[in-house]
C-alpha cells in the first residue's frame, strides 16, 4: 500500500487558481501511474487525470480540459495539479492516487489519500 498525503487545496474565488500537491512515501514512486479523482457532496467520484510513469503522457477528464494541468517530480516523489480558471462545479475533495499499471479510469487506483478540500465561491 502506497501511502499518499495531498495538500494545497483552499478556498478560491470562480476564475482563481490552485496548486495541489501530493507526497508519496512509496519508494518506488516511478513505478506508478498517478492519478486525481474528486468528490462533490451527494455525488459519486469521478476521475480527473492521470500521468505516466515518467510524466511524458497526461489523460483529463473532458471537464477539467485546458484549464487544469497535472505533473509529476520523481526525484521528489511529488506529484501536483495546477488548477486554473477554477469555477464553483469544481468544488470538491480532490484524492490523489497511485496505480500499479497505465490507467485512464478510478478502477485501477490502488491507492488513494486522505483528500484536501478544494471550495471554489461565485
Known amino acids: 500500500q502506497v501511502q499518499l498525503v495531498e495538500s494545497g487545496g483552499g478556498l478560491v474565488q470562480a476564475g482563481g487558481s490552485l496548486r495541489l500537491s501530493c507526497e508519496s512515501s512509496?519508494?518506488?514512486?516511478?513505478?506508478?501511474?498517478m492519478g486525481w479523482s474528486r468528490q462533490a457532496p451527494g455525488k459519486e467520484r469521478e476521475f480527473v487525470a492521470t500521468?505516466?510513469?515518467?510524466?511524458?503522457?497526461?489523460h483529463y477528464a473532458d471537464s477539467v480540459k485546458g484549464r487544469f494541468t497535472i505533473s509529476r517530480d520523481n526525484d521528489k516523489n511529488m506529484m501536483y495539479l495546477q488548477m486554473s480558471s477554477l469555477q464553483p462545479e469544481d468544488t470538491a475533495v480532490y484524492y490523489c492516487?497511485?496505480?500499479?499499471?497505465?490507467?485512464?479510469?478510478?478502477?485501477?487506483?490502488?491507492?488513494w489519500g486522505q483528500g484536501t478540500q478544494v471550495t471554489v465561491s461565485s
Open positions: 492516487g497511485a496505480s500499479p499499471v497505465a490507467t485512464m479510469t478510478l478502477t485501477a487506483f490502488a491507492s
Open positions: 500521468i505516466s510513469w515518467s510524466g511524458d503522457w497526461t
Open positions: 512509496a519508494r518506488t514512486f516511478k513505478n506508478y501511474f
